[in-house]
């Protein structure tokens, strides 16, 4: 499959970036010593998720315990460590940042109707409805009160308009595959709103509280938001190309719940396979064409075209790093670009 | 009816802090000639809600536009008044604690399903539950945004504290009527949490702007809790007293959603009328009996009980104010106390 090919040839590329860049998040977090440092702001999230109320605690507690990688929070320590890193200032909005990302997800699930995340249940098919809306709630509050914590007023500048960005972007579907600037357009806004403005913010802010330059934080607000672009991008071709076991979900998922996505889009701009076509002036798909249309996506090219963005969104990224010193944070945070497009989950 | 006997003799009491109390708020408002700086924070409020979402904006405008008499935000503006008052200072909290209320509102009436408030369609009726809970949640992110216009962090503490609180509040239900002391315990957290919170974050915020002593902040947020608590106890005794023409809804509209308030709870104490014996020792109430049980609240005394509770923590409110010469501000304070007490809706 011409995936695979563009994969691997990335992977193998020889350039200065990405000559021997590990993929595993693990991998890269040890070599930089970032494990206690991640465990610190995990210890902060499980204090942070304590209430009176016994069942926010318990769901809370669920909720923490199944975080996931904890990208953005390894996003803003790593920010942090290109200028003057506190790890204790730096955990504020780190920990913000996962909270905010955290109630995000529960209110998303709870509005898709989606029963499992992470391989787990998810909080309002394991509790109800009302914890779910509840949880996020009591998290974003939390994620306010922990930047409470750190005294620069553009944190919470920051972070409020990237809350209020990712809630925007729940509203902003994209509604049409054509005419190409359209769909393009309506896909941008959407991953910016949705993914690219809290990798934004993460980054901006690990910089701001190392005590960065102004500009030096908006390099970093500029690698966070294209890698953020990147990331929701293979995000957006794993449900074509990922396997379910890994992805924990069948291929075809977006389609199946009528969201458009890049390779989509691009499929049906390169090819005039009748399927493509008919989903292009159609609003709806029958669910049993899903895995008819995931191939014909696949086999117009779609997904790796997708993944070509991808791969050059990465170098924008990279590029903003241009201006700070080689050091193995820098080198960690370009290894996180390889990870983003190699991940296959 | 005993009840009406309550109120008269309350509402013409003779003291000096309640001696000529208007019970309109907009006559108190116009006494301090606090019009108009409402009127800013209502800018302001249009303003916050705007959107790069269409539904957002109008839905935001839509809530807005019902937004009530804004009594928080009052709060906030007079409570200023009392230290070195700034309008544009004051205004931040103010719409904050507005923001953050409607949010709250929001999301109630998506989990109880309901259908109108203060008149309106509910957001989730008019629009659907995924505006609803997006809605809330960008009203949750705008009300940071505007405290990061003030750049105290306590503020942003007591709000999130608040805002968490708020949450906690609505899933800590009062869940038994006897023994006494524990339903009281309980309703008293639970009202303490969903209404008393923000009502002391409101006047302590308003203190702390206009520049308050550590001890003016304490006093301010003591009064702003008792009169939380006191509005919050006269809602749940409008429940059972109230017109259905003044409220928008049937009296009872609390029992029939199985919700245990302080006149219920005062009447199972002092009555041994079947019914409520039966409700203290059931779970669930057939809503055929809502109209004889509310009948059976009153001729047993509860809400007679509840208001007096209601009057005497008005009182312990305004001792809170005793340190703060006399002045029109003061005197507004204690309006607004009788206000409280004396609202029919």
Chains 1, 2 share one sequence.
């Not at 590329?13 to 930089?32: M, Y």
């Not at 929070?73 to 200032?89: C, E, Q, T």
């Not at 005294?151 to 579907?173: C, F, H, K, M, N």
Request: one cysteine or more; proline letters at 4%; a negative charge.
């Amino acid at each position: 499959m011409a995936l695979t090919a563009v994969r691997r040839g990335f992977s193998t590329k020889e350039g200065p970036v990405f000559a021997s860049a590990p993929v595993d998040l693990n991998h890269i977090f040890r070599q930089t010593n970032l494990h206690d440092d991640l465990a610190y702001v995990e210890h902060r999230l499980m204090q942070r998720v304590e209430s009176r109320s016994p069942v926010l605690s318990s769901a809370g507690a669920y909720i923490t315990a199944a975080g996931g990688k904890r990208l953005r929070a390894a996003l803003v320590l790593l920010a942090a460590r290109l200028g003057n890193y506190n790890l204790h200032h730096a955990s504020h909005p780190a920990a913000a940042i996962e909270l905010l990302h955290s109630a995000s997800l529960i209110h998303d699930d709870l509005v898709d109707h989606t029963q499992r995340r992470r391989g787990r249940v998810t909080v309002h098919a394991r509790w109800n409805n009302t914890v779910a809306l509840v949880l996020g709630d009591y998290l974003f509050a939390a994620a306010t009160d922990e930047l409470a914590n750190e005294p620069d007023p553009r944190l919470i500048e920051w972070y409020a308009a990237a809350a209020q960005t990712v809630v925007e972007g729940e509203l902003s579907p994209v509604t049409q595959l054509e005419p190409l600037d359209i769909a393009l357009a309506q896909y941008r806004y959407k991953i910016g709103c949705k993914t690219a403005a809290l990798f934004k913010v993460a980054c901006q802010a690990g910089m701001a509280v190392a005590g960065g330059t102004p500009e030096e934080i908006e390099r970093l607000a500029e690698f966070g938001y294209h890698l953020g672009m990147a990331f929701q991008i293979v995000d957006d071709v794993l449900d074509f190309t990922g396997d379910e076991d890994t992805l924990g979900k069948p291929a075809g998922n977006d389609l199946r719940e009528g969201t458009l996505t890049l390779p989509l889009i691009y499929a049906v701009m390169q090819d005039d396979h009748a399927l493509l076509r008919q989903v292009a002036h159609t609003a709806s798909l029958d669910p049993s064409q899903v895995p008819e249309l995931v191939s014909a996506v696949i086999d117009a090219g779609g997904a790796e075209r997708a993944l070509e963005e991808a791969r050059i969104t990465i170098e924008h990224a990279l590029a903003c790093l241009d201006r700070f010193p080689s050091s193995t944070t820098k080198q960690a945070l370009s290894d996180i670009g390889a990870f983003v497009l190699a991940r296959q989950a």
